[in-house]
Nanobody, 115 residues
Framework: QVQLVESGGGLVQPGGSLRLSCAASGSMFRFYDMGWYRQAPGKQRELVATITSSRSINYADSVKGRFTISRDNVGNTVYLQMNSLKPEDTALYYC?????????WGQGTQVTVSS
């Protein structure tokens, strides 16, 4: 049973920062690729950032230079540091883990950027 538990979302003003965390179950965390995706109301889920087991990183163009993904293989946690937040970053943010080509998802954490 794969468990991914996100935390750290909330309401923040434009220009502010948030740090999302995703705690993953299992002892093989370091071997799996991880990622963050988001879904805004009325829109499709989109990739935000991914980090592979070898720590290769990819970002969506819309967040490059503002967001940073990282992972802690000891604590089985992946992070998303979000700076210079914009209203268009408002969405439900999901943690993702890829195991043998199968995608697993957390329940999501809401991020709202508004003044």
């Amino acid at each position: 049973q794969v468990q991914l538990v996100e935390s750290g979302g909330g309401l923040v003003q434009p220009g502010g920062s948030l740090r999302l965390s995703c705690a993953a179950s299992g002892s093989m965390f370091r071997f799996y690729d991880m990622g963050w995706y988001r879904q805004a109301p009325g829109k499709q889920r989109e990739l935000v950032a991914t980090i592979t087991s070898s720590r290769s990183i990819n970002y969506a163009d819309s967040v490059k230079g503002r967001f940073t993904i990282s992972r802690d293989n000891v604590g089985n946690t992946v992070y998303l540091q979000m700076n210079s937040l914009k209203p268009e970053d408002t969405a439900l943010y999901y943690c993702n883990q890829v195991r043998n080509g199968v995608y697993y998802w957390g329940q999501g954490t809401q991020v709202t950027v508004s003044s």
